[in-house]
């Protein structure tokens, strides 16, 4: 099989492409910047085939993947900078990028007759309530810039397609790139004491655990939508587990407490509500649960648990140091 991922200058793209490698899959990786650009590791993204090219300019995309005639393309390529979204001028780029550019791969993906993979999010929802979000929930109201383009993206695919993959994931961590965990260690380092949100609810995303799923999706015709962040703890009474550490969904205070917990950090965590907390441009999710059964139901296996998960990308970290 060979594969066409774009993005692979970021977290989730990175993990992917050595996923491939590791089935013995041929995997031709894309990203904007003229040659690649993620953390000069051994991986296959480091050293595999790489061609710039801008998602949002309809005739490379054609060119490329025409000449690369791949059996799938992963489509990890995205405006993620959530804040910068809002900013008037940036709007109509992060169009181009979320919606537009979406839809030049999609149109491709149509012609060659190949399955898509498309990365989505759960900001496509409004955020609210305490319910975990299906992946076939069609009630959307996204609460930004970001959310509302990557809804767009996703009904581009829906709407050109029949053969795709749309997986929404949340608070994503990996290796190649910035990320919450990669801030919080710099910031409890330097710190005593930080104050973090306690009333945005969820579970996070490791981008290795989420590229293994990924190829295991693309070697099956189990087309539709899914959900996909690492697993929560099973509930217990009291709510946490014999490490304390925060069973079931959990907000990103909990997430903070166990990543300083497994790093070894002193630093006190501060919970503080988002009205409290203040800063973000954008409007951020309450409700960032997943309802990730529907994995099981096709015979997908779930991510593993999230504090595992810290525990092997903290690991991670320390041997790419």
Not at 27 to 43: C, E, L, M, T
Not at 105 to 112: H, R, S
Not at 114 to 138: A, H, R
């Amino acid at each position: 099989m060979k594969a066409f991922v774009t993005g692979v200058n970021g977290q989730l793209g990175h993990d992917v492409m050595n996923e491939l490698y590791k089935r013995g899959y041929e995997g031709i990786g894309s990203d904007i910047a003229p040659k690649y650009s993620g953390i000069a590791d051994h991986s296959m993204a480091a050293n595999a085939p790489y061609i710039s090219m801008d998602i949002t300019d309809d005739r490379k995309v054609s060119d490329v993947i025409k000449s690369v005639k791949p059996d799938v393309v992963v489509h990890c390529a995205a405006w993620t900078a959530v804040d910068m979204a809002e900013d008037d001028d940036k709007v109509r780029l992060v169009e181009k990028v979320n919606v537009d550019g979406t839809q030049n791969i999609a149109n491709l993906a149509k012609e060659l007759d190949i399955p898509m993979v498309y990365l989505s999010t759960d900001y496509v929802f409004d955020g609210q309530g305490t319910i975990p979000w299906k992946p076939d929930n069609k009630i959307f109201n996204p609460m930004n810039v970001y959310g509302r383009t990557k809804l767009g993206g996703e009904k581009a695919v829906v709407n050109t397609i029949d053969k795709y993959f749309i997986i929404r994931i949340a608070w994503v961590f990996g290796l190649n790139g910035s990320n919450f965990i990669k801030t919080m260690l710099k910031v409890g380092a330097n710190h005593d004491e930080v104050r973090v949100v306690d009333d945005q609810i969820g579970t996070p995303t490791y981008t290795f655990d989420l590229a293994r799923l990924l190829v295991d999706m693309i070697e099956t015709d189990k087309y539709g939508f899914y959900h996909a962040t690492n697993s929560e703890l099973p509930e217990t009474e009291t709510g946490f587990d014999k490490n304390g550490t925060k069973t079931g969904y959990i907000s990103w205070y909990d997430f903070t407490k166990e990543i300083f917990r497994q790093a070894g950090y002193k630093t006190k965590v501060i919970p503080v509500t988002t009205e409290e907390y203040g800063l973000s441009k954008a409007a951020r999710p309450f409700n960032s649960r997943l309802d990730k059964t529907k994995l099981v139901q096709n015979g997908f296996k779930p991510l593993p648990v999230w504090p595992d998960a810290v525990k092997r990308y903290l690991e991670a970290l320390q041997n790419n140091a």
